[in-house]
């Protein structure tokens, strides 16, 4: 069921025990547990950075847990995998996927229909540039993932990273790739972002150091994960309601 059709069975719920109770609306809205408010569905979209076991998700999740946030889902149609805590680990990370690839051969739909997210958080990129796909057409693919966002829900956030610095031996290019997708991110994002839906860059680039923030010069270790996670704090927070 569409996040539309279930609140809309919500207020027909509700709008039935009103009518019918005999000490009227008031009663119904304290007693009523359909009154609570849906919790924000956050989609984690990307390649093994995010899944692979994607360990900022659950540092992310307890600090907006800790934080007093709990009206939040994660979500997403890929197995979970442990951080050494138990934690929401739904996810849409798969390892090895390029952005491009996800948009020709629409990919997204069927993950965005089985999870109807409210808001997305995008971390892609890192293998169309090890591919040498140029900006132009990362962005292009970039562009037609957020129409499939929003043709599955108008009113969808989507929070694209600035995506994490390369130093990988066997890809010499691969640093100022990345530096060129994510001087063009700002203006792409800013460009198709609407009121109704919005879309926000988010710099996951600066202060990240691949000597010390990755394992291998492109996976996040430790340290790394913790600063994905507190760049996805902020951004994330305003739109939880």
């Known amino acids: ?15 039935l025990v009103t009518l019918l109770s005999p000490l009227g609306a008031a009663q119904a809205d304290s007693a009523d547990p359909t009154n609570a408010a849906d919790p924000v569905r956050v ?3 990307g390649d093994s950075i995010t899944g692979s076991p994607g360990c900022w998700r659950a ?11 709990t009206n939040v889902d994660f979500v997403g149609t890929q197995a979970p995998q442990g951080c050494g805590f138990a934690y929401d680990d739904n996810h849409e990370g798969h390892g ?11 990919q997204l739909p069927p993950w965005l229909a089985a999870t109807d997210p409210d808001v997305v958080m995008m971390h892609l ?3 169309d540039v090890w591919s040498n796909r140029s900006p132009a057409t990362i962005l292009n693919a970039f562009g037609r993932l957020v129409g499939q966002m929003r043709a599955n829900n108008p009113q969808v956030t989507v929070l694209v990273a600035r995506i994490l610095p390369m130093n990988a031996a066997n890809c010499a290019e691969c640093g100022q790739r990345v530096v060129d997708l994510n001087a063009a991110i700002p203006g792409w994002a800013a460009g198709i972002s609407t009121a109704q839906s919005p879309v926000v860059a988010v710099d996951q680039w600066t202060g990240f150091n691949p000597a010390t923030d990755t ?14 996670a507190a760049r996805w704090y902020p951004a994330l927070v305003p739109y939880l309601g």
């Open 1 to 15: 069921m569409s996040r539309f059709a279930r609140r809309a069975s919500l207020l027909c719920c509700a709008l």
């Open 43 to 45: 989609m984690p979209l």
């Open 215 to 228: 394992y291998d010069g492109v996976h996040p270790n430790d340290a790394g994960n913790v600063k994905l």
């Open 96 to 106: 090895g996927i390029l952005a491009t690839t996800m948009a020709d051969q629409n």
């Open 59 to 69: 540092l992310l999740w307890r600090d907006l847990r800790n934080a007093g946030h």
């Open 125 to 127: 990129g890192t293998n």
